[in-house]
């Protein structure tokens, strides 16, 4: 099946201006698939047939073919290097995906991570010839673990889901030692979805916490839900709302009292990261996306790091490896017997994406304590200003004022026959990627909008103009134009449903 040969969706002019699926256009260039380009036999190479070969896969020889398209040099290039143009980044534009945290990377970051001896290094490699990326490993390490409060550390996670896989069989492990299995874990309805997923893969029953009106956990409904069979509370703190989940320490204090772990998803700590110290809210594990907070980049399956931080209770039970210092020498400890800690075990085989490391310590390094406040302070600034100024356009889902994301409900499409999701399309014409939609799933076509420090006010202001013209075209009747949305990306509105229950992952020429 060929993408370039879809149908425009029924009812819309092919002819009409807007509609060049299939075409080059400007100096933007259409492109089929790789696989249509090929032609059997093209070849960007010229080597001789070997003289003598000696067949030694007996039966195993493949007998058809590989099924590799067959292009030259030049078209294997411009093919990749058109995709990568349309592809939406964040160096291009807004990007206003809540809980994404899709803000501004430092060059910076780019040029230190590249230096030789931190780029090149091998993660096999003795260990006396790398001590100085295991320096800068234990640096980062005390700068998270101070702005968090927290005593210990796991470095070896590799994105937030894994951290929360890393925080999680840590407690697990900390009620064994006590002699104790516990079978559920408190999740509120809020909450992103590797929270529950996590606790499940872990052997735990999940029960959801409702939200009360006001976005937050309902704390009275959390208290009947604790008892001595909970293990742990997985909270989000600013929560996925985007709201300070004021209670906290109350819910702290109370699933300590039953035995239980706090678990904190630190996914959106850049909201309070130099202003509260989790550790101070009564957390004993928090993972922190080091891709989302400290700037390292993300986004199409690019490497994540999602270091865990722990409380004194649970430290002992951290992973393996982790480093310690001993004179003048850093070491990583790999096998339990080698320290008197009780690590649940190891989660990967390396320590953890050396990249990142560096790019979030450079990033921590050129803020300072004071610049990273500041970037708290900006990215809540940021999402305030967007609230406000869309108050009267969209709908608010809550009152008040948020932390670093604005959300906003589909009451405002009510009656226009448009939804969330065609709102969110008809922004791709207007030159933006859409906001995270439908989430969280406790507010009804939710949009949710972060917007991060980085975005300057011209930048916001183009931006809030952009979606108050969308909002009054809505209202206004337009509901064909939001149907048909987008028409001017290289590829209309997909069948998502289908793509989502019938994929077709191979390409074959029938
Ligand atoms: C991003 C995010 C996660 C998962 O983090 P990954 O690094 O993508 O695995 C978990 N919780 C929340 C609230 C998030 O925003």
């Not at 992973?319 to 990967?348: C, K, N």
Request: aromatic residues 6%.
């Amino acid at each position: 099946m060929s993408m370039a040969q879809q149908l425009p969706p029924e009812g819309t002019d092919s002819k009409d201006d807007a509609q060049w699926q299939g075409e080059s256009r400007g100096l933007q260039q259409e492109e089929p698939l790789i696989f249509e380009i090929g032609r059997p036999g093209k070849c960007g190479v010229d080597l001789p047939e070997p003289s003598s070969r000696r067949e030694r896969l007996g039966p195993l020889k493949r007998e058809g073919s590989i099924g590799l398209p067959d292009l030259s040099e030049p078209e294997v290039v411009r093919h990749f290097v058109r995709l990568s143009q349309k592809n939406y980044a964040i160096d291009a534009g807004l990007y206003p995906l809540g809980s994404c945290t899709m803000k501004h990377n430092p060059r910076l970051n780019e040029k230190m991570a590249r230096l030789p001896g931190f780029a090149d290094i091998h993660p096999l490699q003795p260990q006396k010839t790398i001590q100085g990326a295991l320096e800068l490993m234990t640096d980062l390490a005390d700068w998270l673990k101070q702005l968090t409060g927290m005593p210990a550390i796991a470095m070896s996670p590799k994105a937030g889901a894994h951290g929360e896989l890393c925080g999680v069989m840590a407690i697990k492990a900390a009620l064994e030692a006590r002699g104790e299995s516990r079978a559920r874990i408190l999740v509120p309805e809020s909450a992103h979805g590797t929270n529950p997923a996590t606790a499940a893969l872990c052997g735990f029953s999940v029960s959801a916490i409702p939200a009360g009106d006001d976005g937050r956990v309902d704390v009275a409904a959390f208290k009947e839900q604790l008892g001595p069979d909970v293990a742990g509370i997985m909270l989000t703190n600013p929560n996925t709302c985007g709201l300070f989940e004021k209670d906290i320490i109350e819910i702290a204090d109370a699933v300590h009292e039953a035995g239980g772990y706090f678990y904190c998803d630190g996914a959106n700590f850049n909201a309070i990261v130099g202003r509260v110290r989790p550790g101070d809210l009564g957390i004993d594990a928090m993972h922190i996306n080091l891709h989302k907070t400290f700037s390292t980049p993300h986004g199409g399956g690019g490497p994540g790091a999602g270091p865990v931080v722990f409380s004194e209770a649970l430290a002992p039970f951290a992973p393996l490896p982790y480093l310690v210092h001993e004179t003048d020498e850093w070491r990583l400890i790999e096998r339990a017997e080698e320290g008197d800690a009780q690590p649940f075990g190891r989660m990967t085989a390396f320590h953890g994406q050396m990249g990142m490391f560096v790019r979030a310590l450079s990033y921590i390094l050129s803020h300072g304590g004071d610049g990273l406040r500041q970037v708290a302070e900006d990215a809540v600034l940021n999402a305030n200003y967007v609230l406000e100024e869309l108050r009267g356009d969209m709908s608010a889902a809550f009152e008040g004022r948020c932390m670093h994301e604005a959300l906003f409900d589909a009451s405002f499409l009510q009656g226009t026959g448009v939804e969330t999701l065609d709102f969110a399309k008809a922004m791709i014409d207007k030159g933006y990627h859409p906001m995270t939609m439908y989430f969280p799933l406790v507010v009804n076509g939710a949009m949710l909008i972060e917007p991060t420090e980085t975005e300057s006010k011209e930048s916001l202001d183009r931006f809030i103009a952009a979606l108050r013209d969308l909002s009054t075209a809505a209202k206004a009747g337009q509901v064909e134009s939001f149907k048909n949305a987008p028409v001017h990306a290289p590829r209309r509105r997909l069948d998502e449903t289908t793509a989502a229950r019938k994929p077709i992952l191979r390409w074959t020429s029938e």
